[in-house]
């Protein structure tokens, strides 16, 4: 895994795409979490398995805050998809573009042969299968008759296989598959499968001048994020335990979280059916319910997240 | 409704009416409950009599109580209203005569002990808690309780008394029977013996000194398996595998130990003593006998006992000590081999001597390695030569006596003479004084502000008291110093915002109190109130009640500043939404969102013109039940 972050350069495109951070790379995804702990949330379907929505795979959203993180550590920068993917393919004219067409048809090639070579041994396993049983059954009833010629399965194999190839395909498949063979190959190299590229553009082609976008707007709740997250916490979206970051004391995929993050402000009112709400919910998960804020009129200009104060509230049954 | 003339008197509460009224058939506890909350409000109600069509006469006596109802109007309120005392500290109302607490409890489930979690009933948990449940504590009570108290312990005395003296002639009568078996095969066995040292008699000149025990013991192991083998069948079962816990924990616990447990060493008494120090080790311990069944601490000196009187009357010191030794410290037989062999050593080598040494012998082995001897010997030979002849049983029995009480339960025992010690007796009696006859009521009866309201308003079945005046205050008064108490610090001017705390939160209990919903708080779930179907003694809460302001009013928006106030105040998140439904799912119960539509605001002329009725009415309450679907979970 090692050898592959070596193709990774800081800093890395996060595209943004209809107000959400993206990434669509898989070794970004496995960079970003094991080096900066952001995690993510993955939210494509499996192509493998469409029909289920509690495994995702392709693209991961980065909360605001997370890529807001980013950019600010210069790990990554924003492009704004929209707008980058407008500008190159208006501009893409003559030979730009028929290479482009090209890139895009040889891509397609491969695949078709990808899919092809793959289709084509599997059904020669399959028929060398049904060879073998075939065979088995002759042995069988030729042992029969001659118990003494009962030969060893292997070597078999490969005569009768070999043998009983033509005259199965022929029985099997009939017309459809000589013409497939006759024909098949020069049609797929005429038809490229459709590629549909996930990114519109090579990552070595993208902007190099990250300074043009501003930094994502993120909500009030940042500052505890940034605070939680350079104690090394990792921190992943809270919404199903009613909390703002959901806060794991190493890997999401290692830990439980341990805490209920929830951000106030530092001089606001925190309604008491709050704390009783998270106190509950926290103790009922098994995790502490965490509340924290900002000091904005501390004097420390540190870093993001220093002036945090967190509590931790459990509910106690006296 | 017909049985609300019956249960008036009920909440009067007077108990020898009902018990007598149950007595026919004792009452299910929830009919007993049913029977209790009869009343769902603090109202009198006055039902038509029932109409039977084929009694034409019933018809007339309906319309004789209509018309007698509506010439003369009888007033659904009690006389005798119940009394509330405002409390602007803890912004509440309280309540703390008894009839009026119980009356607002049992009756529509209103307001929360101070001391309770729900219902007032601190008292009747003191009272428990002290052990005084019924309610009449007088001097006479008290005086009657101390009596039986005397009388039940000096019958437990009694029988403890009987039980002990049952248990000591039964063991006479076991230690008789055993000796009477012994009689039978304690001369088989001697003989048994004495022929095996003829045979070797080679032996016989080497004077008994310590060194040559081992000799000795060689001899004695032979003539032991010659004595067990053809005659003493029952303590071959003394050699089965080691199968109990105790058996098992009794083994020896290294190659040291099991050398010396097998007598194939010399050993002298130093090592001996070394190895059967006082049990300290938690094997030792372990070891030790369980019980006085498997105790058998006589065995040994007892047999010597019973020998020696013959021969040597100067060993009876050493009878003494091997007596009290056991009692000291317990060490089952492992610890009496020892003294049984410094016995050996003193006394000639006799037939005497040989029968001891065989005995110790076998015990240390039997009782070392396989101690289930302990429990099974009672029936074997070996050790019923314990019980053997010429000493009388009953000072044996004192001795299980006593090893029986330990020094603490010593105190306990009783002469059979005499009644319980006198001490006793009076610590009883002292620790009876002791007790508070009459324990004060700390526990009031709390209203929140909107259940006094409505009460108070709605009902009309409480009035509520002026902390200062002690006057009661009148309604629109009320209304007006609830709406400033309901914000904190309280508010002083008059011109009262239409979506203030208590505005808000009256609207919405008065909405579900008058669908007949038990409306309580529902703070320990997060949530504004929770709905009760007929109170929290019948069932669990089946709804939390969110409350949730709307300003749909055009005022709301006609201006940007109060565009945003009221977007602001509008606002909530979905990971607060998520936080609280989760709380109420987890607690079974479905959320409700209460939306009620906040008016534009009236100037106080306005507000005093249209009175309460006029500004109540203002407000609209819609509802949402929300109910989280998770499509992958909830597909069957």
């Not at chain 2, 063991?171 to 078996?181: D, F, G, L, T």
Request: with cysteine; glycine share 6%; charged share 25%.
């Amino acid at each position: 895994m090692v050898h592959s972050f070596e193709s990774i350069s800081e800093p890395i495109p996060i595209s943004l795409i209809s107000g959400k951070y993206m990434i669509f790379d898989i070794s970004v995804v496995t960079y970003l979490r094991r080096t900066h702990h952001i995690c993510g949330t993955l939210i494509g379907s499996i192509p493998q398995n469409p029909q289920q929505n509690i495994f995702s795979g392709l693209p991961m959203e980065l909360m605001p805050e997370e890529a807001k993180f980013l950019v600010q550590k210069e790990v990554a920068y924003i492009v704004d998809d929209l707008a980058w993917h407008k500008q190159r393919y208006d501009t893409l004219t003559g030979d730009d573009k028929k290479k482009y067409l090209e890139s895009l048809r040889s891509a397609g090639l491969k695949v078709r042969k990808a899919a092809q070579d793959n289709s084509k041994k599997r059904s020669e396993i399959a028929l060398s299968r049904i060879a073998t049983k075939k065979a088995k059954e002759k042995s069988s009833g030729e042992g029969s008759s001659g118990t003494l010629a009962d030969p060893p399965p292997n070597t078999s194999l490969d005569d009768t296989g070999s043998v009983a190839e033509d005259s199965t395909t022929d029985s099997l498949f009939g017309g459809e598959s000589t013409a497939s063979r006759a024909s098949g190959t020069p049609i797929s190299s005429d038809k490229p499968f459709p590629v549909t590229p996930t990114t519109s553009y090579a990552t070595s082609s993208l902007p190099q001048n990250p300074s043009h976008q501003p930094d994502p707007s993120v909500p009030l709740s940042y500052s505890l994020f940034a605070h939680l997250h350079a104690r090394d916490y990792y921190i992943m979206p809270g919404l199903r335990f009613g909390c703002d970051y959901n806060v794991y004391p190493g890997d999401p995929l290692r830990f439980h979280s341990h805490f209920l993050a929830t951000s106030f402000e530092w001089d606001q009112d925190i309604p008491m059916l709050d704390l009783i709400g998270g106190g509950r919910l926290g103790t009922a998960v098994k995790k502490g319910f965490l509340i924290g804020g900002e000091d904005t009129e501390a004097d420390t200009e540190g870093e993001w997240g220093d002036n945090v104060r967190t509590f931790c509230i459990e509910w106690g049954g006296m | 409704m017909a049985d609300t003339t019956q249960t008036a008197p009920v909440v009067e509460g007077d108990k020898p009416q009902i018990q007598q009224a149950i007595q026919p058939r004792p009452l299910s506890k929830f009919q007993q409950l049913n029977k209790l909350y009869a009343l769902p409000a603090p109202l009198r109600t006055f039902p038509l009599p029932t109409f039977v069509p084929h009694n034409p006469l019933s018809l007339f006596h309906i319309l004789y109580v209509w018309v007698s109802q509506t010439v003369k109007p009888q007033i659904s309120r009690f006389d005798h209203l119940y009394e509330g005392l405002f409390s602007p500290e803890t912004r509440s109302v309280h309540v703390t005569d008894v009839r009026s607490i119980r009356g607002l409890w049992e009756q529509g489930f209103y307001g929360k002990g101070t001391l309770s979690r729900s219902e007032p009933s601190w008292l009747d948990r003191e009272k428990t808690k002290r052990g005084n449940k019924g309610k009449s504590t007088s001097e006479d009570n008290t005086r009657k309780r101390r009596a039986e108290r005397q009388q039940t312990k000096w019958e437990r005395a009694r029988k403890e008394r009987e039980a002990i003296d049952e248990k000591l002639l039964e063991e006479a009568a076991a230690a008789v029977q055993q000796r009477e078996e012994l009689n039978h095969v304690v001369p088989v066995a001697s003989t048994l013996v004495e022929e095996v040292l003829d045979t070797v008699e080679v032996k016989e000149p080497i004077q008994m000194e310590s060194k040559s025990l081992a000799i000795v013991d060689e001899i004695l192991e032979q003539a032991l398996e010659r004595v067990e083998s053809p005659v003493l069948k029952p303590a071959k079962l003394g050699w089965a595998a080691p199968v109990g816990p105790l058996e098992l924990l009794s083994l020896p616990n290294s190659d040291d130990g099991l050398t010396v447990a097998c007598f194939t060493e010399d050993f002298d008494d130093k090592y001996v003593k070394r190895f059967f120090a006082a049990p300290v080790g938690p094997m030792e311990l372990l070891a030790l006998p369980n019980s006085l069944r498997s105790y058998e601490p006589p065995k040994l000196p007892q047999h010597t006992l019973s020998k020696l009187p013959d021969t040597n009357p100067t060993d009876f010191p050493f009878e003494h000590e091997s007596v009290t030794l056991p009692d000291v410290k317990i060490n089952g037989n492992g610890s009496i081999a020892p003294n049984a062999l410094g016995i050996n050593g003193h006394t000639q080598p006799d037939e005497i001597e040989v029968v001891g040494g065989s005995e110790t012998n076998e015990d240390t082995i039997d009782e070392s390695i396989h101690s289930d001897e302990t429990t099974e010997t009672n029936g074997t030979p070996a050790n019923g030569s314990t019980l053997a002849n010429s000493r009388p049983s009953t000072p044996k029995v004192k001795r299980q006596k006593s090893v029986r009480f330990s020094p603490t339960v010593e105190k306990n025992t009783f002469i059979q003479s005499e009644p319980p010690s006198p001490e006793r007796a009076v610590v009883a009696s002292t620790s009876v004084v002791e007790e508070p006859l009459e324990i004060k009521n700390q526990e009031h009866l709390q209203l929140t502000l909107e259940e006094a309201f409505f009460l108070s308003y709605a009902l009309g079945a409480i009035s509520i008291v002026d902390p200062e005046t002690k006057a009661p205050i009148p309604n629109q008064d009320l209304f007006y110093l609830l709406r400033k108490t309901s914000y904190f610090p309280p508010q002083l001017n008059p011109a009262l915002s239409p979506d203030d705390p208590f505005m808000m939160n009256y609207v919405v209990y008065h909405h579900y109190r008058s669908l007949g919903w038990v409306v309580r708080s529902g703070i320990k779930f997060s949530v504004d109130y929770m709905l009760y179907n007929r109170g929290p003694v019948f069932s669990h809460a089946e709804f939390g009640v969110l409350i949730l302001p709307s300003y749909s009013d055009p005022y709301w928006t006609s201006d940007p500043f109060l565009e945003k106030l009221s977007r602001e105040k509008q606002k909530r998140t979905w990971a607060w939404m998520s936080c609280i439904n989760r709380v109420i799912t987890q607690v079974k119960k479905t959320l409700i969102l209460t939306y009620v539509d906040v008016p534009k605001p009236l100037s106080v002329q306005e507000e005093q013109d249209l009175g309460i009725d006029g500004v109540l009415s203002r407000y609209k309450v819609r509802e949402i039940v929300m109910k989280r679907f998770a499509a992958n979970r909830m597909r069957d």
